[in-house]
């Protein structure tokens, strides 16, 4: 067969030289270093009296801009020492498992607190400030919402501590928590999958990580969003404390069971107490109502929990072929409630705020694909340290948005990570030297060069903290 026209004469080598792939990568490793991040890290991974060949604190964040590029096994760091005429030298695939292995409990402590310190800067550059975390069509002003979920991953071999899921799968069943306003993963926690859902201890300990993660000037007026694994006495009487803190205010908004109490309660709720939902952008939607069941429920069912708490319910008409519980046979709606601790706001705004809470499943959908997905070792500790890893590659993504990808690289600010890798991450470029300087030159054809740019400019003017 012939070839095609566009093919003719097209031969393949492998003798390039001066040219580098994926070198958009070099953005968040340079962003974690104007940020302060790297030497946080150096100095958070020192060990006395061992002075490394590669600091361990600067391999943590090439492995970690390593998954935000999209690697999924250790060996992918071969992509970062592939553009070590732009990077320098470049740790190897064992020296990252050596750093790993390093990363003990103690050096996770101290990980956490070099991480909660780089946050405090980043913060405070923000053009704009801290973003305002939005549902139905309106913000929550300065409220910094702290969304907590767990999820599944799965793994294809017998590593240590994976154990049959509740979703008859096998592997780990890790919990974390993600900031609504900034998209930021604060903080996780990696547990075996037979791990509970609604474990309180796990909830409040990976809740303490995130809240120490925001800057104390931004813990002042806090919302904590949780499904229905949150509705635990332990964990809402751990928020409910974390109010006698001078200054600070923390509400919740934590999905409910519908037990025989709720179903009584909504079986004398009248008519007249149900209002109209809203739509995500705020709009009313038909054939769902709100409801609040507070004042309907015996005072010795609410005396078990802590004061103050309000119960709401919404019904919905159910699309076909859902399944219904019998109490909801009777009558054809669909139930769902939740609880909150808000003494104010009307209670469409409430039930859409806690709806909000689904977002999560789109960071937990990005952390799996930024190294969450494939954890590489048998080793629980590894692993633990590859989440950690995790969590940091997250945070390099979600800075580089809010620092960097405004007015001409505004383009790549909405882009998911899979978007992201595509149309900037990925993008090959020229290494070119001339004298002491090298430049990196995007092809001037590519559509998102002049974003790429704007994007490398803007995080080279970044002021390291003092």
């Not at 250790?74 to 990363?103: F, N």
């Not at 001339?434 to 002049?450: D, Q």
């Amino acid at each position: 067969m012939k070839r095609t026209s566009w093919s003719a004469g097209l031969s393949v080598t492998a003798d390039g030289v001066g040219v580098i792939a994926h070198a958009g990568a070099i953005v968040p490793r340079l962003l974690a270093d104007q940020v302060g991040l790297t030497a946080e890290l150096s100095g958070a991974m020192a060990r006395r009296q061992f002075i490394p060949i590669h600091d361990r604190g600067r391999v943590l964040i090439d492995t970690a801009v390593m998954l935000a590029d999209g690697g999924e096994s250790i060996s992918d760091i071969g992509v970062l020492r592939h553009q070590s005429g732009a990077l320098g030298p470049v740790a190897s695939a064992p020296t990252v498992w050596r750093t790993l292995d390093e990363v003990t409990a103690g050096k996770r402590k101290k990980i956490q607190v070099a991480r909660a310190r780089t946050r405090r800067h980043v913060w405070s550059q923000l053009p704009g400030g801290v973003p305002a975390s939005a549902c139905a069509g309106r913000d929550l002003g300065s409220t910094v919402v702290l969304d907590v979920d767990a999820t599944i991953v799965v793994t294809h071999s017998e590593k240590e501590h994976a154990t049959p899921t509740y979703k008859r799968t096998f592997g780990y069943h890790p919990i974390g928590v993600w900031c609504d306003n900034t998209e930021e993963f604060l903080a996780a926690s990696l547990r075996p999958g037979n791990a509970g859902s609604n474990t309180a201890a796990d909830h409040i300990d990976v809740l303490g990580q995130a809240i120490a993660q925001i800057p104390a000037s931004h813990r002042r007026d806090l919302l904590i969003r949780s499904d229905g694994a949150g509705a635990s006495h332990d964990l809402l009487e751990w928020i409910t404390e974390q109010n006698r803190v001078r200054g600070r205010q923390v509400e919740y908004s934590v999905g409910f069971a519908i037990t025989a109490p709720i179903r009584r309660a909504i079986a004398t709720c009248p008519e007249a107490a149900w209002g109209p939902a809203l739509n995500p952008n705020g709009d009313i939607r038909d054939g769902a109502d709100i409801a609040e069941l507070t004042g309907f429920l015996a005072p010795g069912m609410l005396a078990k929990w802590p004061d103050g708490m309000r119960v709401i319910v919404r019904r919905e008409r159910p699309h076909p072929g859902a399944q219904l519980s019998m109490f909801e046979e009777i009558d054809g709606w669909r139930y769902q409630a939740f609880v909150t601790n808000t003494a104010t706001g009307q209670l469409q705004f409430l039930e859409a705020r806690h709806r909000a809470h689904a977002r999560v499943e789109d960071r937990i959908r990005h952390a799996k694909d930024t190294g969450l997905g494939r954890l590489p070792s048998r080793e629980f500790a590894l692993n633990q340290a590859w989440l950690v890893a995790v969590m940091i590659a997250a945070d390099l993504v979600a800075w580089t948005r809010m620092l960097a990808c405004t007015g001409d690289a505004a383009v790549l600010a909405l882009c998911e990570p899979k978007a992201l890798r595509y149309r900037f991450l990925h993008v090959a470029a020229r290494l070119v030297r001339s004298g002491r300087r090298r430049r990196v030159k995007i092809p001037e054809t590519w559509p998102w060069a002049t974003a790429i740019v704007a994007v490398f400019n803007t995080i080279a003017a970044i002021p390291k903290p003092a």
